[in-house]
């Protein structure tokens, strides 16, 4: 298995443009999680998705973030306008129902100029 | 609420040495507690896990960690330190079964020196 696949890797990006994060889970996974790792607050819980549709948003720091699972093998995270504060890399993981483990992407680190 | 405190932002330890890095934890219910090792520009990967059963869970690469109940502990440990694993040690803890979100620590970076 290609496990948890995100692009891009890497995100330069100015103030104010929007930015679109993508995910592929891993295939026959029923939960898929959103974190956001900075030095100073370490790893958030953004937002997480059960069979395509949100669980729990509370951890989206404001209306600038938006997320979506059209469907079992893709999601988005889209930060619409970006600010610097938003740096930050993050990471998708997934999960099978009945399984304790997430398994992790290798994130996309996100600077905003 | 649920929490987790890796008291260390660093751990120093020489090639060959048993290394300990530190995990306690605050849940209303049963914990289920976890490590993940982040090496640099890479994902977390997962290392052990503690559900129920045995306080002494064995996990990849060698580590195993240690549950204690009274003193709500979850101490990662390795008997024989590698240059190879200095990277970035999360614990992490969900207080719920199933798939619910993990809340993960801070971070604790592990040197071993050669």
């Known amino acids: 298995d290609a496990g948890v696949i995100q692009s891009p890797r890497h995100e330069v990006t100015e103030m104010g443009q929007e930015v679109t994060l993508r995910c592929k889970p891993i295939?026959?996974?029923?939960?898929l999680f959103w974190y956001r790792q900075t030095m100073m607050r370490g790893l958030e819980l953004l937002i997480y998705f059960n069979n395509n549709v949100p669980i729990d948003d509370s951890g989206m720091p404001e209306d600038r973030f938006s997320a979506k699972m059209p469907n079992a093998s893709f999601s988005t995270l889209k930060i619409q306008p970006s600010e610097p504060r938003d740096s930050a890399v993050y990471f998708c993981?997934?999960?099978?129902?009945?399984?304790?483990?997430?398994?992790f992407g290798p994130g996309t680190r996100l600077t905003v100029t | 609420a649920q929490s987790v405190a890796q008291p260390e932002d660093q751990v120093n330890v020489a090639e060959g040495n048993p290394l300990t890095v530190k995990c306690t934890y605050s849940v209303s219910g049963n914990p289920y507690l976890f490590w993940y090792v982040q090496y640099p520009n890479r994902g977390l990967q997962f290392l052990l896990k503690y559900i129920t059963g045995d306080n002494l869970v064995k996990g990849s690469y060698g580590f195993e960690a240690e549950f204690n109940k009274s003193q709500t502990s979850f101490h990662l440990k390795k008997p024989s330190a590698l240059v190879s694993d200095s990277a970035l040690y999360f614990c992490?803890?969900?207080?719920?079964?199933?798939?619910?979100?993990?809340?993960f620590g801070k971070g604790t970076r592990l040197s071993v020196i050669a």
């Open positions: 992490a803890v969900r207080e719920a079964p199933g798939n619910t979100p993990l809340v």
């Open positions: 993981a997934s999960s099978l129902l009945g399984s304790y483990e997430q398994y």
């Open positions: 295939s026959g996974h029923d939960y």
